[in-house]
């Protein structure tokens, strides 16, 4: 999965915007919601896989987050806005 994520996540892009295929079957029969913000962020979180791993390998930053959302850092800077 480390090697091969980004071209999940272009392949899943292409899916949805062309074809508006949203479901991904897995080798196991699950059944996913091929969406960065809610399948992938739900379990991982920006930081501590997305950057840690750009960081890593010296990839710069990507142009996902000018579509998508980090459901994290939303609910942190909620919280901290709020009296």
């Excluded at 272009?10 to 029969?29: K, L, M, P």
């Excluded at 959302?69 to 800077?77: C, V």
Aim: charged share 20%; with cysteine.
């Amino acid at each position: 999965m480390r090697a091969a994520h980004m071209q999940m996540l272009i392949q899943w892009r292409e899916d949805v915007v062309r074809y508006g295929d949203r479901r991904f079957v897995a080798f196991n029969g699950k059944v996913y919601e091929k969406s960065l913000t809610r399948t992938c962020l739900g379990c991982h979180s920006k930081q501590q896989f997305c950057d840690r791993c750009h960081a890593y390998s010296g990839v710069s930053g990507p142009y996902c987050w000018n579509c998508h959302s980090d459901p994290q850092s939303l609910a942190r800077s909620t919280t901290r806005s709020t009296p």
